[in-house]
Structure formats: C-alpha cells, structure tokens
C-alpha cells in the first residue's frame, strides 16, 4: 500500500531530515526531522506533523502554537534521504522564539548577528 | 579566534546538517553536512565545503564538476544545530545526476513524480 514510504531510506534511527520552506515568499522557514509515521501523517493531514528528537514523540507543528503548517507539496531528494517541504505557515510564525522563521543569524565579520524581530512573546504564545 | 565556530551545536559524529538555497531564485539546490573544518574553510574561502559521510572526507562542491557554489551568507538557526548557506551556482547544476537541484521527486496521488529535467549527462560532468 504505502510502497512511496519504502522509497526513502531512514537514517539508523529511523528519520530523515525536512527542510521546511514558506510558499510565496520561498524562505526557508525550519529545518526538522520526521520519522515513517510522522510522515504518513503529514501526507493523509496535509498539516507537519515531525518527530522530535528531544521528547522522542510526534510533534503536530502548531499543536501548541496554533501555528500549524500547511503542506502544500512533499519532495525528495536524489539520495531519497532528505524532504523538502512546502508550506503555509498559521499566524506567519514559524520559530519558538516568536520570529517568522529560524535561520535568523547570519556569520557577520566572524559573528553572529540578529537580523530578525520577535514578531510575538514566546509567553504570549505557548500559554 | 574562532569563537563563531564554538557556538554551534555540532552532533554527535561532530556534524550539522546544511540547507543549500540558491540566491535570486530562492530554490532549495540540496541538503550536505559540515563539520568544524569544512566551515572554517567556507567561511574563508566563501566557497562551499562540505562533509561526505559516505567518504568521510572534507568535499569541496565542485573540484570534479566545476559546479562550485559561491557562498553569500551563512546563516544559523534558533538552536545553533543547522547551517542555511545562500549561494550563486556556478554551471547552474547543483545534484549530481545533472539536474538544476536536488529535490526532484515530488509526491502526487502517492507516488514520487520526477518534476525536473536532466540539464547535463553526468558521464559528462564527471569525466
């Protein structure tokens, strides 16, 4: 039945990484990880659904937040171990500190410099 | 000196993956792996040098292709463990079966759809 998910070759323990990009604006919103079931999930759903690797349990992207992620396509890479997916982003919050999204420092004269705003109080958002 | 480096959360084969996007177009090109040396050496040479695992050596992209990627940001995310790269293409092929990117396979009515065309034979990239 599920003969796309025999396809990609899971990692040793069972996961492969997602790169995570914004519809329209093409940003690269988050990069995370999924897991078989995360990402049978996530194609039935339409909605990210990742494993996370700190509380080694599915996490629907949103579930606290409500800043859900709408898939909007799914890819795969030429080695079938990466995902590549495309997304609406709920509330256009897509990082736990409150920015859009999490690549928000950039290596400036060997710093790291902020170049985003807090768009919502983390506290604001996962009460 | 190199305290930028010390900040990131490397794994623990002392790794972290990398997202390669393209400038002008945004196109996520592929997804690598660096360790410490191979981006002290992209941050100084502002070319892109990765980790194959599959080698366990340093890679500079493009030393048997001349598809080198010209590095114009490094960027790192909200828990310092992966690198976003920005960079102009040279040759306008990223993946190694001669495509544009990477990400060539795109799931439709559960089966992965190849959506991009073969710019360039690869006996003759790599010859």
Redesign the interface.
């Known amino acids: 039945m599920?003969?796309?998910l025999d396809?990609i070759k899971w990692n040793s323990d069972g996961l492969v990484?997602v790169?995570v990009?914004e519809t329209g604006s093409?940003?690269?919103l988050?990069?995370a990880w999924m897991n078989r079931e995360s990402l049978e999930k996530t194609?039935e759903s339409r909605k990210a659904v990742y494993w996370s690797r700190s509380r080694q349990s599915l996490w629907t992207k949103g579930e606290s937040s409500g800043h859900y992620q709408n898939v909007e396509?799914?890819?795969?890479?030429?080695?079938f171990d990466?995902l590549?997916l495309t997304v609406k982003q709920e509330g256009g919050i897509a990082?736990?500190?409150g920015?859009h999204h999490?690549?928000?420092?950039?290596?400036v004269d060997?710093?790291?410099q902020t170049?985003e705003d807090i768009l919502k109080n983390p506290q604001d958002i996962y009460k």
Do not use: G, N, Y
């Open positions: 599920s003969s796309w396809k990484p790169v990009q093409l940003q690269v988050m990069h194609a396509s799914i890819q795969l890479d030429c080695d990466t590549l990082c736990h500190t920015r999490c690549f928000f420092m950039s290596l060997e710093q790291w170049t």
